[in-house]
């Protein structure tokens, strides 16, 4: 099996191909040092980027020698550089003091936090994709405060929507699948299929991979799926729903079923499944959207979800008197809101109005293939300086100010300012600020995040792909538990040609807590990130060529000339996990409190993993702050 050679794409002919699409001057700075956003290979957490952290919160402290000298002093400190943390430093000087000298610091060697750009060049062509945060979810909910900023930065809600070209499969007939694999359901195979769960078709794409043509309904696909009569019968009795799924939460045991169970123990309990194969159909529909799979799946989330062989949301509030399990009429935008990386274009927005002159762009449009100078992030003569591969190990209040002490490059540093905003993961914030009370550092380090793997397999050709008929599949018992096509966005800027004959970006997603282990959600969480941070690269690779081998490779796929690169984004902590509880009540609550002169932001301080909380959460640190603006 041939690897993949990521140098490739730093140096050598892809170099050579980047440097017909870039200024001169632009291309002798890209091949004297390595672009982050064209780095391949792990990317994420990437290696660097979390050691020294580890050490800190597992070793219970740290040795890193003396502080440098040269103690430098600004006006605001933020840790943490993704769309929090720039958007904090956004509001500080819009709102509070416009010629703020301001250090923002990031364990990682790229800015974004999880919204982060994934670049590939093949035939000397660009093509963008996402590490992490992929969409603007249901932005017509969006507060005033996140509206306004994204305003102000040029984006236009309505045009972006109208970038997704919703003809796109239609043209080429495709739709979603289902791939039951070989180890799982005794024969590889994938059909075109909607999802196991409630709800209509149209629905589940809309907010999936709107445009693609409506699928078979689950229910009549199962007799040409590749599964014995037994287990199709025991579908079709999860299809059709069972009294005993009410009685299962009558009595003095039915609320603790419900609010404390899980969906795979229900499964046993109520239909007596025991196959591993079965269990994992339809329980790991919600891997990608939610981070959880198997027994992570609680019984709330999965009626929630629309999981099968529940009973209604209206018999169970009459069993549990619970009137919020009644389903509300359902609605929300359609999951159109794409720029080409992500959410990274907001990331990329927010630092060049943070340091103007770091990219040449005018428009949002043009940002999109506009290269940034990191060389400028940190200069010395820019108020705003953004500091990347900088871990902070000690903060906290001192002296009518605040000290932050970070570690780069093995040596130790601190900068001191009046005050400081905490934009990185809360449960790291308990390792290093001391002085937090014992219930605060309690409710952070309980206010975990949930770990999920990000692929990117660019591609030169995906004819593969549309000769199968399916451009987004479910695939419950392979390791990446979702596959699915690139957006299919254009721009005036960026519209590459997307026929089946040209390259495309396929994305992969892994949930990696194990299905059928025991323990809570939070001890499941913690093995998925054990499983995240010892697996490496050849891995992955490895899963990624046997999967895709397995899915497309009957109708053509050829996987070691068909890939032309792969970039894995792995997160050991990803998505914020919303259901975080300390002494009954939600974390966030104590984990977002104020400490002195230092805030807490980013998404963990409002316990919602979607990029407005972590622009609120911003906007309520640095109110918090203002009074001690000097």
């Not at 956003?37 to 952290?53: D, I, K, M, Q, Y």
């Not at 109208?162 to 239609?170: H, N, V």
């Not at 399916?470 to 721009?491: E, I, K, L």
Request: proline share 5%; charged share 20%; hydrophobic share 40%.
């Amino acid at each position: 099996m041939p690897e993949i050679s990521r140098r490739d794409f730093l140096n050598g002919m892809a170099m050579l191909g980047l440097s017909g699409l870039m200024r001169p001057a632009d291309a002798l700075a890209a091949a004297s040092s390595p672009y982050p956003p064209r780095l391949t290979g792990l990317r994420g957490n990437h290696p660097g980027s979390f050691e020294v952290a580890h050490g800190l919160a597992w070793g219970g402290g740290g040795d890193f020698g003396k502080v440098e000298a040269g103690v430098e002093n600004y006006d605001l400190i933020i840790i943490g550089g993704g769309i929090s943390g720039l958007s904090a430093a956004y509001f500080y000087r819009k709102h509070v003091k416009s010629n703020a000298r301001i250090l923002v610091l990031d364990n990682h060697d790229d800015f974004g936090g999880h919204a982060k750009r994934n670049e590939f060049l093949i035939g000397g062509r660009e093509y963008i994709s996402y590490g992490g945060a992929q969409s603007l979810d249901n932005p017509s909910a969006y507060g005033k405060t996140t509206l306004r900023m994204l305003s102000e930065l040029g984006v236009d809600l309505s045009a972006l929507a109208r970038s997704y070209d919703k003809d796109f499969f239609k043209k080429y007939q495709m739709t979603s699948g289902v791939f039951f694999d070989e180890a799982d359901f005794g024969k590889s195979m994938l059909l075109k299929s909607g999802m196991p769960v409630a709800g209509s078709v149209d629905g589940e794409i809309s907010q999936w991979l709107p445009g693609l043509l409506a699928p078979p309904a689950f229910q009549d696909v199962i007799q040409r799926a590749p599964l014995t009569d037994a287990q199709k019968k025991m579908l079709r009795t999860v299809l059709a729903g069972s009294s005993r799924g009410v009685d299962y939460f009558k009595g003095a045991l039915g609320e603790k079923r419900f609010y404390e169970g899980n969906y795979i123990d229900y499964l046993s309990a109520v239909y007596q499944i025991k196959d591993k194969g079965l269990l994992k159909l339809l329980s790991m529909t919600l891997a990608e959207e939610a981070a959880l799979g198997g027994r992570g799946v609680s019984m709330p989330l999965a009626q929630e979800s629309g999981l099968l062989g529940i009973p209604d949301g209206r018999s169970l509030a009459r069993v549990l008197g619970d009137a919020s399990l009644i389903p509300d009429a359902e609605g929300g935008d359609e999951y159109t809101y794409h720029f080409p990386d992500g959410n990274a274009t907001l990331a990329r927005l927010l630092v060049e109005k943070l340091i103007p002159g770091v990219a040449n762009f005018k428009t949002v449009d043009e940002s999109l293939l506009s290269r940034f100078d990191y060389q400028k992030l940190d200069n010395p003569n820019n108020p705003v300086r953004i500091r990347l591969s900088s871990t902070v190990v000690k903060a906290d209040n001192k002296d009518n100010g605040t000290f932050v002490q970070y570690v780069r490059n093995g040596k130790l540093y601190e900068a001191r300012s009046a005050c400081c905003v905490m934009a990185a993961w809360h449960m790291m914030a308990a390792h290093i600020i001391p002085s937090l009370p014992a219930s605060q550092k309690a409710a952070m380090k309980a206010n975990i995040k949930m770990p999920l793997i990000y692929a990117q397999v660019a591609l030169r050709n995906w004819k593969a792909i549309q000769k199968s008929g399916v451009a987004a599949s479910y695939c419950p018992g392979s390791y990446y538990q979702f596959v699915q096509m690139d957006f299919p966005v254009r721009f005036s800027s960026y519209a590459p040609d997307r026929s089946p004959d040209k390259p495309t970006v396929l994305f992969m997603s892994r949930m990696p807590c194990p299905a059928f282990a025991e323990g809570s959600v939070p001890d499941l969480l913690r093995q998925g990130r054990a499983e995240v941070l010892s697996t490496d690269f050849a891995t992955y690779e490895k899963n990624i060529r046997q999967q895709l081998a397995a899915m497309y490779g009957p109708a053509g796929l050829d996987v070691n000339k068909d890939i032309a690169a792969i970039t894995v984004n792995r997160w050991s902590h990803g998505y914020t996990f919303e259901d975080a509880m300390y002494n009954k009540r939600p974390a966030y609550l104590t984990s977002s409190m104020r400490h002195g002169r230092i805030a807490m932001a980013n998404a963990d301080a409002t316990g919602r993993a979607y990029v407005d909380g972590a622009i609120d959460a911003a906007w309520k640190a640095v109110r918090e702050l203002k009074r001690y603006a000097v």
